[in-house]
């Protein structure tokens, strides 16, 4: 489950603003600054939905931060049990239908989000005021500008900074995911047994650093501009067994990752699907290493995902220069 307002996030400063953010507002920087330092700084607890290629499930939330601790237990109040328990962001169990797609790396890349890079690729603004849940709420929007990134609107509370609700929209203006609390409590923060993780909670040992090792053998011809590779790793299939290879990029805000691995000798089809805001595009690719299975899997719009796919090159192949 991703939920924007849910991960971490940190801010630069905010002293100047460059000239590709002429249309961006300094407002709606210093609201995503409150943002980042409510989520660090700020207990709360409550009860959201989250809406997905319409369909809807509710979710309780118990977030404390003691110490410069944060730990946070996520648990799915409808359909199948789900729970998920985190502590500094690290993932310490998860239950249900989580778990296989759940994993700890030893370096797991943390979310930064630099208002003066997003303001390149999005234009910040503040669209006025709202209510939810009960509390009033400010209107701060990111919109894309280009065609290779979804826009975003988030309501956040006048009183904290918090999340209270975030839209992610397509170039259409149409829905894609939605978050929104419908009960948030920041009186009382959270007590260990609300903290603690359910019998079904199974708890998730993180990789070891031989297991993972940095990826070397790839490279795109092209991306989308302001993404950068941000984390790779090497990792063996427990089914397949052979090795596949994994590359995440990211634009400050939105993230996708690509996935190589090599064919065995039967037929593996093209896949191209898309759930909500996150697509997945799976191209074969004949390379000097043999052919391979080359997936994009991320919040970014599915022609961008396949353009991504069919760029992938062997990194030997490189022309030095």
């Given at each position: 489950m991703r939920a924007l307002p849910l991960i971490p996030l940190l801010l630069g400063g905010w002293l100047t603003l460059s000239a590709l953010a002429a249309n961006s507002s300094p407002e709606a920087g210093d609201w995503l600054k409150r943002l980042a330092q409510a989520e660090q700084q700020q207990s709360y607890q409550g009860t959201f939905v989250y809406e997905r290629n319409g369909s809807f499930s509710t979710h309780d939330i118990w977030h404390r931060v003691q110490d410069g601790k944060v730990s946070e237990r996520l648990l799915q109040l409808d359909g199948?049990?789900?729970?998920?328990?985190?502590?500094?962001?690290?993932?310490?169990?998860?239950?249900?239908?989580?778990?296989?797609?759940?994993?700890?790396?030893?370096?797991?890349?943390?979310?930064?989000?630099?208002?003066?890079?997003l303001m390149s690729w999005y234009d910040l603004g503040v669209a006025g005021k709202s209510r939810v849940a009960d509390r009033e709420a400010v209107i701060v929007t990111l919109t894309p500008r280009d065609q290779h990134r979804y826009a975003f609107e988030l309501h956040l509370d006048r009183q904290t900074g918090l999340p209270l609700k975030s839209l992610m929209l397509d170039d259409g203006g149409r829905l894609l995911e939605r978050f929104q609390f419908t009960r948030l409590d920041t009186r009382d923060a959270p007590t260990d047994d609300e903290l603690k993780a359910s019998g079904i909670c199974k708890p998730l040992a993180q990789l070891s650093a031989q297991a993972a090792q940095p990826v070397t053998g790839w490279r795109s011809d092209w991306l989308p501009p302001g993404f950068e590779l941000i984390n790779s790793s090497v990792r063996k299939d427990p089914q397949s067994k052979n090795a596949v290879s994994s590359l995440m990029y990211d634009d400050g805000l939105a993230r996708f990752s690509v996935f190589v691995e090599a064919l065995d000798k039967g037929t593996a089809a093209d896949i191209r699907t898309q759930l909500g805001p996150t697509v997945a595009v799976s191209r074969r690719l004949t390379t000097p290493k043999g052919e391979m299975m080359v997936t994009v899997v991320g919040e970014i719009p599915i022609g961008t995902a396949e353009r991504i796919a069919l760029s992938m090159r062997v990194q030997d192949a490189q022309v030095k220069k």
């Open positions: 199948s049990a789900q729970e998920v328990v985190r502590v500094d962001g690290h993932t310490q169990c998860v239950s249900g239908s989580l778990v296989a797609g759940v994993a700890n790396t030893p370096e797991a890349a943390a979310r930064v989000l630099d208002p003066l890079k």
